[in-house]
């Protein structure tokens, strides 16, 4: 449940601000809230391999 308590406010924060975006990143559950899924995303995997990544993708940039 504790994962719940920190992603709950950001939620909210997407819902309630009209440019803002959600990206969630989770090794095992791929979920989003029904009343965000236009602004956001959830990405299925570990979190270090995800920035790692992102990471050397800027790089390529």
């Known amino acids: ?3 719940m308590f920190i ?3 950001f939620w909210q924060l997407t819902m309630g601000l ?3 975006r ?3 990143v989770n090794n095992q559950f791929d979920f ?3 009343q965000i899924e236009d602004k956001g995303m959830t990405i299925l995997g ?3 391999e ?3 990544a992102a990471v050397k ?3 390529e940039e």
């Open 1 to 3: 449940m504790t994962p």
């Open 7 to 9: 992603q709950e406010p």
């Open 18 to 20: 009209p440019h803002a």
């Open 22 to 24: 959600y990206i969630g």
């Open 32 to 34: 989003l809230p029904r």
């Open 46 to 48: 570990d979190i270090a």
């Open 50 to 52: 995800v920035l790692t």
């Open 57 to 59: 993708k800027k790089g």
